[in-house]
């Protein structure tokens, strides 16, 4: 890609951009919602005071790899359904559907169970402060259960994302997001007559927000006629497109399930710590910063994803397919580029006089949060680019396994390892074990370049008739 005439490749037919953003503008701000009423959530619980917020950070991480599998089923469903809609192909798209709805409920079904059953020895896995287990156990307990709902509901918004409606699940996310913000200010402080319920009354918060969305969901898709629900193919989708799935989305599934359990581990370096409080809790925030930063790299990468696959379900020529890829990886480079730019000049104006105080951080705690997003910048362009790159265009391209092994070996060979060195053994300076935390990101672009380059990333994953 990075050749003298790596530009070039910007120069696209009339009425491409309008189309990318078209398709990436809904999932950006479907991602700006959630994400602003899930700093609200950060900050309502922050009023709480600095342990409180510690302990939900802590609850949260199994959560996390909860979510994360659920992010790898979405990501496995749109490597299928984009090319199917390229082919027109509604009773393939429902068999998807399918599989993903039943490997999503049994596995946020076991999750649910473990964590109600066992939520002070997960919290235990998490961090040795006794007191964030106390506060977190009855969270998580109550917060597993949500994602038993939100399994489904994620399976169908991200079939509508992949058939062109980006439109829909940021709709349904914004209402439930609404709903949750709402009820965490009633539950968690007491008002409108509410019971003051603290972290546990987030978690019914929570809770009650995905059934709601679920239901939306429900009645949305058997009004819905665009991709008509087809109940023979998405309840007994058969073999063929079990094994299909298997192949094509199972290593997305086990990418996200292994990446998410690797960013587990580092939480738990982190809550394992001498300045265990003051690391998660400036970790809480940067998470709240870095989901804002990459709403749009995210948004980008959705929107490569669906124009991708579709070009090679309708068969492209492979140069054009992997031209067109170049041109919106390029695109996804700048984009972090520019966002990197921004938070270079609201860290000093607007995160350090202003975002930082209203968190009651400890000094410690602070300094850690600052360190950490002055590292975050710095990577930031890589990390717009790897995310377009692993999730957009090789996953769409049915390179599941090789997008895996560029997402995980960073990750599991470098930045936990070095996590672990700098912050448990060394007892280094914060600076370098925040390095530790972004420094998968050093690795996985040139590899990514490498492979983007060879275009063996390039398959037609769809089950044509008769086999």
Same mark, same amino acid.
């Given at each position: 890609?990075?050749?003298?005439?790596?530009?070039?490749?910007?120069?696209?037919?009339?009425?491409?951009?309008? =189309?990318?953003?078209?398709?990436?503008?809904?999932?950006?701000l479907?991602?700006l919602?959630? $994400? &602003?009423?899930?700093?609200?959530?950060?900050?309502?619980?922050?009023?709480?005071?600095?342990?409180?917020?510690?302990?939900?950070?802590?609850?949260?991480?199994?959560?996390?790899?909860?979510?994360?599998?659920?992010?790898?089923?979405m990501?496995?469903?749109?490597?299928?359904?984009?090319?199917?809609?390229?082919?027109?192909?509604?009773?393939?798209?429902?068999? %998807?559907?399918?599989?993903?709805?039943?490997?999503?409920?049994?596995?946020?079904?076991?999750?649910?169970?473990?964590?109600?059953?066992?939520?002070?020895?997960?919290?235990?896995?998490?961090?040795?402060?006794?007191?964030?287990?106390?506060?977190?156990?009855?969270?998580? =307990?109550?917060?597993?259960?949500?994602?038993?709902?939100?399994?489904?509901?994620?399976?169908?918004?991200?079939?509508?994302?992949?058939?062109?409606?980006?439109?829909?699940?940021?709709?349904?996310?914004?209402? &439930?997001?609404?709903?949750?913000?709402?009820?965490?200010?009633?539950?968690?402080?007491?008002?409108?007559?509410?019971?003051?319920?603290?972290? $546990?009354?987030?978690?019914a918060? $929570?809770?009650?927000?995905?059934? %709601?969305?679920?239901?939306?969901?429900?009645?949305?898709?058997?009004?819905?006629?665009?991709?008509p629900?087809?109940?023979?193919?998405?309840?007994?989708?058969?073999?063929?497109?079990?094994?299909?799935?298997?192949?094509?989305?199972?290593?997305?599934?086990?990418?996200?399930?292994?990446?998410?359990?690797?960013?587990? #581990?580092?939480?738990?370096?982190m809550?394992?710590?001498?300045?265990?409080?003051?690391?998660?809790?400036?970790?809480?925030?940067?998470?709240?910063?870095?989901k804002?930063?990459?709403?749009?790299?995210?948004? #980008?990468?959705?929107? /490569?994803?669906?124009? #991708?696959?579709?070009r090679?379900?309708?068969?492209?020529?492979?140069?054009?397919?992997?031209?067109? &890829? !170049?041109?919106?990886?390029?695109?996804?480079?700048?984009?972090?580029?520019?966002?990197?730019?921004?938070?270079?000049?609201?860290?000093?104006?607007?995160?350090?006089?202003?975002?930082?105080?209203?968190? &009651?951080?400890?000094?410690?705690? $602070?300094?850690?949060?600052? /360190?950490? !997003?002055?590292?975050?910048?710095?990577?930031?362009?890589?990390?717009?680019?790897?995310?377009?790159?692993?999730?957009?265009?090789?996953?769409?391209?049915?390179?599941?396994?090789?997008?895996?092994?560029?997402?995980? !070996?960073?990750?599991?060979?470098?930045?936990?390892?070095?996590?672990?060195?700098?912050?448990?053994?060394?007892?280094?300076?914060?600076?370098?074990?925040?390095?530790?935390?972004?420094?998968?990101?050093?690795?996985?672009?040139?590899l990514?370049?490498?492979?983007? =380059?060879?275009?063996?990333?390039i398959?037609?994953?769809?089950?044509?008739?008769?086999?």
């Open positions: 890609m990075f050749e003298v005439t790596m530009f070039s490749v910007l120069r696209q037919k009339p009425g491409f951009y309008s =189309r990318l953003w078209r398709l990436a503008l809904p999932i950006i479907q991602n919602i959630t $994400t &602003s009423l899930g700093f609200v959530d950060t900050f309502m619980v922050g009023l709480l005071g600095n342990e409180e917020l510690s302990a939900v950070t802590a609850a949260n991480t199994p959560i996390f790899l909860v979510q994360v599998i659920i992010f790898g089923l990501s496995g469903l749109t490597v299928l359904v984009c090319q199917y809609w390229g082919k027109g192909d509604a009773a393939s798209i429902n068999r %998807v559907m399918g599989v993903a709805m039943y490997v999503g409920i049994a596995i946020s079904g076991v999750a649910a169970l473990l964590l109600f059953l066992f939520p002070e020895g997960v919290m235990a896995l998490v961090t040795n402060n006794a007191q964030l287990i106390e506060l977190g156990a009855p969270y998580v =307990r109550i917060v597993g259960v949500s994602y038993v709902f939100n399994a489904v509901s994620s399976v169908y918004v991200s079939m509508q994302r992949s058939t062109e409606n980006p439109g829909f699940g940021m709709l349904v996310f914004a209402t &439930s997001m609404l709903l949750n913000t709402f009820l965490n200010y009633c539950l968690i402080f007491g008002n409108f007559g509410a019971p003051r319920l603290g972290i $546990t009354g987030a978690a918060a $929570t809770l009650a927000s995905r059934v %709601v969305e679920f239901i939306i969901v429900l009645v949305y898709a058997i009004c819905n006629k665009r991709v629900l087809i109940p023979k193919a998405l309840f007994c989708p058969g073999r063929a497109m079990l094994k299909s799935a298997a192949v094509y989305a199972g290593p997305v599934i086990l990418n996200e399930t292994l990446w998410g359990l690797g960013t587990t #581990v580092m939480t738990a370096i809550g394992h710590m001498v300045i265990s409080a003051d690391m998660l809790a400036a970790y809480a925030i940067m998470g709240n910063i870095d804002f930063s990459t709403v749009a790299c995210f948004g #980008v990468a959705g929107a /490569t994803a669906v124009i #991708v696959g579709k090679i379900g309708e068969r492209a020529d492979k140069e054009e397919v992997y031209n067109l &890829s !170049c041109c919106l990886l390029l695109v996804s480079f700048l984009l972090g580029a520019v966002i990197a730019l921004a938070l270079l000049i609201v860290l000093p104006t607007v995160f350090i006089p202003y975002l930082y105080p209203l968190f &009651s951080l400890t000094e410690k705690a $602070t300094e850690v949060a600052v /360190t950490m !997003c002055v590292v975050y910048i710095v990577m930031m362009p890589l990390k717009s680019y790897d995310i377009s790159n692993i999730t957009g265009v090789l996953r769409a391209g049915g390179d599941a396994r090789m997008a895996a092994i560029l997402d995980l !070996c960073p990750l599991w060979l470098v930045s936990v390892p070095l996590t672990a060195l700098t912050g448990l053994v060394l007892d280094a300076p914060i600076w370098l074990v925040c390095f530790g935390i972004y420094s998968e990101n050093t690795c996985k672009m040139p990514g370049i490498i492979r983007l =380059r060879s275009r063996k990333w398959n037609d994953v769809t089950i044509r008739e008769g086999e």
